[in-house]
């Protein structure tokens, strides 16, 4: 497995686009976003924010998805200051339960749950986080709640997981057609991750560079 911190992902250079960004709240019937904010750590007004691209091709997703089955968009931007609160409370964390392994170990540990800040996607628009959710409003299983820990699940955030139901497997299966024939990359540590344009999906992709850069919230309001 391919780590977002691996050394193959971070050299990559990143040709920046400059591209602008969408809201997806409202975008398309079929596209809803728990505006409620209640199980993400960000309070950003652009945490349903994405570049266009991703927003283009979450939009051209949709027509794979069975009916009566919608996305569920948690977050997708999310502020690069963040990014940094969240990754040094996991990894202290770490250090507190994770005592028989070298610190090394428990930086690839919570590197699998929240990205380094100065290799992470959410910061440049390029990933969302997504799940899937019935026309009654009901959230599908797929295996874990949405931003449970790999520690905490025995892995079962893992994307190819066994350890879950076969429910479970065939919704995320569900996620993954979608969102995969249009160009869309899952980080597998957790299943409801997916990018398109990232260092990441750069090298998953074998491109040479990733296309978006981190950019603040003042850039956002600017490129609307």
């Known amino acids: 497995m391919i780590l977002i911190n691996d050394t193959d992902v971070i050299k990559l250079p990143i040709r920046d686009e400059q591209e602008q960004f969408c809201n997806l709240h409202g975008m398309n019937k079929r596209i809803i976003v728990d505006t409620s904010m209640s199980q993400i750590a960000s309070k950003s007004e652009f945490f349903c924010y ?6 283009l091709k979450l939009l051209e997703a949709v027509s794979d998805l069975p009916t009566g089955i919608n996305f569920y968009v948690k977050e997708a ?3 690069l200051k963040q990014q940094s609160k969240s990754f040094e409370s996991v990894l202290n964390h770490y250090k507190q339960i ?10 690839d540990e919570t590197c699998k749950y929240v990205a380094p800040p100065e290799f992470a996607p959410h910061p440049t628009g390029a ?7 019935t026309i009654a409003n009901s959230e599908l299983d797929l295996g874990t709640e949405f931003n449970a820990t790999p ?3 025995e892995n079962a955030t893992y ?6 139901s ?3 497997k065939n919704n995320r299966k569900i996620l993954s057609n979608a969102l995969s024939k249009v160009g869309f990359i899952n980080y597998e540590p957790e299943w409801w991750h997916w990018s398109i344009g990232d260092r990441y999906w750069a090298h998953i992709n074998n491109y040479e560079s990733a296309l978006f850069d981190v950019v603040d919230e003042e850039w956002i309001k600017k490129n609307i």
């Open 50 to 55: 994405a570049r266009k691209t991703i927003a």
């Open 77 to 79: 931007y999310r502020p």
């Open 98 to 107: 994770l005592t028989d392994m070298t610190d090394s170990q428990i930086y």
């Open 127 to 133: 990933a969302i986080d997504i799940t899937l959710i």
């Open 151 to 153: 520690q905490e699940t």
């Open 159 to 164: 994307f190819n997981s066994e350890y879950i």
């Open 166 to 168: 076969i429910e479970a």
